[in-house]
C-alpha cells in the first residue's frame, strides 16, 4: 500500500481530545482501494468500533484480543483516558473502519487484558523506561490483504515524531500467525524474558 502524507500534516500534538481526528495522509492499496489515514477516532468511528468489537462471526477479533470487553462492553471513554493514541485507516467509498493501530505507555511485558487484567495507568514518572505498546486491528473484508506493514510502519513513525524517545513492545498469543508475521516483517524482536510461552504470551520489541 503506498501513503502519501498531506501537506502540513504534522500539526497537531498528542495527545488529542477525545473524538477528534486529524487526516494526516491518504493510501491507496495495491487493488486501488483509497484509504483516508487519521490520527485519532472521531464518534462515528468509536461507534464503528464498539460494533465490530461485538461481532461474534469475528473469531479472529474475538479469540485473539480483548475487544469485545475493551471497545464493545467498555467505554471508549475510559480506554482513551489510559493516555492511547489511535490511527485508523478509513475506505474512502464507504467510510468503512478498516485497520485501526494504537500506542500508548506501558511497561514492557505486562500483559493484555485478554491475557489478565488492562494496565491502570500510573503517573508517568513511575514508568521505568519510554516503553510503548503497540496493538494492531484489521477488519473484515480488508484483513488479509496486505494492508499492515505500512499503515503500521506510517503510525509509528508518525507517533514516534512526537515520542522521539519511546521503544516499541507488543504482546500477543504467539499461535496468532498473522501478527506474528506482521511484527517481524516490522523488524520487531523476540524478548524472551518477558515473554510467558508456556501460556502462548509471545513479547516483542523494537528499540
Ligand atoms: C493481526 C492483523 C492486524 C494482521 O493484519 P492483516 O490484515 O492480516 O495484515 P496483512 O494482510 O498486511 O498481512 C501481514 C502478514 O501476515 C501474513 N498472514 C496473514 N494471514 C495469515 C495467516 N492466516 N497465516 C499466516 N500468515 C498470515 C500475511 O501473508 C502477511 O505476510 P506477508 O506480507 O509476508 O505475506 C489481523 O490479522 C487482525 O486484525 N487480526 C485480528 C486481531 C488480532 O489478532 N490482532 C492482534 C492482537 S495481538
Known sequence: MKITPKKDSQNFSL????????HIADAISKEGEEFDVLVGLNK????????????????????????????????????????????????KRTDALTALVWFGRKDLGKKSIKFGKEEIPTNRTLFEHEWHT??????????????????????MDTYKKQFTSAMFWTGMDDRNKPIVRLMTKLEFEVDKENSDLSNNWLVMTKK
Request: hydrophobic fraction near 30%; charge should be positive.
Open 134 to 155: 503497540v496493538s494492531c486491528r484489521s477488519y473484515p473484508p480488508f484483513r488479509g490483504t496486505g494492508l499492515m506493514q505500512n499503515f503500521t510502519q506510517f503510525s
Open 44 to 91: 462515528e468511528q468509536v461507534g464503528q468500533l464498539k460494533k465490530l468489537s461485538l461481532d461474534k462471526n469475528d473469531i479472529d477479533i474475538q479469540n485473539h484480543t480483548g475487544d469485545r470487553e475493551r471497545f464493545g462492553k467498555g467505554l471508549y471513554e475510559e480506554w482513551y483516558a489510559l493516555n492511547r493514541t489511535p490511527f485508523c485507516l478509513i475506505h
Open 15 to 22: 495527545p488529542l481530545p477525545i473524538f477528534h481526528s486529524v
